[in-house]
């Protein structure tokens, strides 16, 4: 079931207004690192209430773009908009940019001495000045959304790489985001606890929510991505419906990364 289906079919109480989500839009993005040139011109834009995934080999710059997005990295030469903002505009409030973008790291990044659902109010307290009462309720919502209110007491080091995981999620969930970028959520999980985390993640697609997922779950990007960016060395190879990247790649060089990523005993070159 395509992502577009799969919208139509949720109920009208689950789907977000135009104004809960925030499309995003990239325009000649170059990055440097000294003098290692990382992007090298990106151009890349995703529609309110789509799902992009991002795939490509290691060092490509996938990490650098979703980080250049919420200006965790400061792009050299560019444009970035996120919703009404200009993130790239020396001007822009990035405080106020910030609350609506939701991210997800590949290594969970809780707070550890703080419990499940302390995680989950420390910044809507601190940053959304809600009251604990109002924050916790939010909290508890979204750790019911994905399956963990019972555990909102545990600390981090007692729950499983899964759990952490979609506590991560409730957690980025908690600031009302309007875009959620993942950086290969599942890829330091046990395969056994995968699945749970991108159940909540096509979930999350379902209700319309803006994804910028960068995975190599090939069967999830198939499934949920509206479309599939190809990157390698730092450019835009391929760009296109998923089925159309994934399925029938035009590139050699996607065609090459897919057969080793769809064939993990393949020989890596
Ligand atoms: N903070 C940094 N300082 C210097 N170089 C960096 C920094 N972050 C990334 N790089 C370099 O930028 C390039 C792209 O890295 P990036 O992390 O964006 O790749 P990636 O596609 O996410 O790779 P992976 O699949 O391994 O996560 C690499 O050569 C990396 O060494
Ligand atoms: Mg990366």
Known sequence: ????QSHAAASPQAAKSA???????????????????????IDLTVDPGKVVCLIGPSGSGKSTLLRCVNLLEVPNEGTIHVGGFETTDP???LDAMRRHVGMV?????LFPHLSVLQN?????????????????KTALANLEKVGLKELKDRYPGQLSG???????????LTMEPKLMLFDEPTS???????????????QLALEGMTMLVVTHEMGFAREVADEVVF??????????????????????????FLSRVLDPNAVEI
């Open 188 to 202: 330091a999980l046990d395969p056994e606890t995968v699945g749970d985390v991108l159940a909540i993640m096509r």
């Open 120 to 136: 989950c109010t420390v910044a809507p307290v601190k940053v959304l000045k809600k009251s604990k009462e109002e924050a916790e």
């Open 162 to 172: 899964g759990q952490q995981q979609r506590v991560a999620i409730a957690r980025a």
């Open 19 to 41: 104004s809960q989500v925030a499309g995003v839009s990239i325009a000649g993005l170059h990055k440097t690192y000294g003098t290692n040139h990382v992007l090298k011109g």
């Open 105 to 109: 790291f590949q290594h969970f990044n």
């Open 231 to 256: 990157m390698d060395g730092g450019v835009v190879v391929e760009h296109g419906p998923a089925a159309d990247v994934i399925g029938n790649p035009q590139h050699q060089r996607t065609k090459n």
């Open 1 to 4: 079931m395509s992502h577009t």
């Open 91 to 93: 001007d822009v409030n």
